[in-house]
């Protein structure tokens, strides 16, 4: 099956007017062109795109569901258009990060307003995704900059390494275990976790954590990003192990924040591809990402929850 720009023009208009004269109209075309066209367009689709009643069109529930797929196409071919534009005015300033949702809710805002204070022109598409996702983008190219947790060694690039303090205990501030200072291991014990899927690289070391010291926690959610973590330990359901700049995030409302005795070093890396491929802002925005995280650890080492 081959379809056609034309069609999936005609079919986009019809769905925004529901009139064949109208979209004639538009398209600068005739009612009979626009009509056969839709006609070939069903044949070739094997289903009905629209029922007719009167002078009226009634998208069928196929239409609907095709349009979302039709939609996200005609918004790429937008972009194309704009960066174009852009391109041949000279003003092609953008940057395309991607990051893992922790790092979207707790490092980037500060990025972001330290870069933009320097280069305000400059456009930046921020794409939130989790780490297998992310990789995997990267290996195809899709960006300028990866900020990840794990070392990116999967193509020609450049990693860098930056310390960014401590995991740490975030709880409810009524938690009972608020009372103390440093958490020690066999102060988790029988209490309700909050806790990473098995995907998470640093999900490994804290069940490694607790069972070398043979300390029981009780499992009570398992979920995804630490900014859900964040909001369950908010409303009362548990305490949890989290990143420090998450756990700076949360600091405060109704949250208590709690460094380990055993303390588990965590590490913030950023990828970007090889020299000659890179843009030129993008040695900028890692420059913003490296102070912002040399604020956070300062913030924290202040606060005495970090080495």
């Known amino acids: 099956m081959r379809l056609a720009h034309r069609q999936l023009e005609i079919f986009q208009s019809l769905m925004q007017t529901l009139n064949v004269t109208e979209t004639a109209s538009l398209l600068y075309s005739s009612q009979p062109t626009i009509s ?25 529930q196929q239409a609907i569901a095709l349009n979302v797929i039709v939609q996200r196409s005609f918004v790429s071919i937008e972009e194309i ?22 790092f979207a809710h707790a490092l980037i805002p500060q990025v972001v307003e330290r870069f933009l204070a320097e280069f305000p022109n400059t456009s930046l598409k921020i794409h939130s995704l989790e780490e297998t996702a992310l990789t995997r983008d990267l290996v195809s190219k899709f960006f300028d900059i990866g ?11 450049t990693t860098l390494e930056l310390y960014a303090g401590d995991l740490l205990c975030i709880m409810p501030a009524s938690h009972p275990l608020a009372q103390y200072e440093v958490l020690k291991t066999e102060h ?9 899927s098995d995907e998470d690289s640093y999900r490994r070391q804290v069940d490694s954590f607790f069972e070398t010291a043979n300390v029981k926690r009780k499992l009570l959610v398992e979920t995804t990003t630490a900014t859900s973590i964040g909001s369950l330990a908010r409303a009362g359901i548990g305490l949890s192990i989290v990143n420090p ?24 890396n950023i990828w970007q591809p090889e ?28 606060g005495g929850l970090c080495r």
Do not use: W
């Open 36 to 60: 056969r066209e839709l006609k070939e367009l069903e044949a070739l689709l094997g289903f009905p795109l629209f029922h007719r009643q009167n002078r009226r069109l009634e998208p069928s």
């Open 81 to 102: 258009a704009r960066t174009a534009r852009a391109i041949r005015e000279d003003s092609f300033q953008r940057v395309s990060v991607a990051c893992l949702p922790a």
């Open 147 to 157: 900020i990840v947790e794990g070392r990116f060694d999967r193509t020609p690039s």
């Open 188 to 196: 988790f014990e029988g209490h309700n976790f909050i806790y990473y």
């Open 245 to 268: 700049l998450t756990a700076l995030a949360f600091r405060g409302d109704g949250i208590a924040v709690r460094p380990l005795a055993q303390p588990i070093p965590y590490h913030v």
């Open 275 to 302: 020299p000659s491929k890179r843009g030129v802002f993008g040695s900028h925005f890692v420059e913003a990402i490296e102070i912002a995280v040399a604020a956070a650890v300062t913030t924290l080492s202040a």
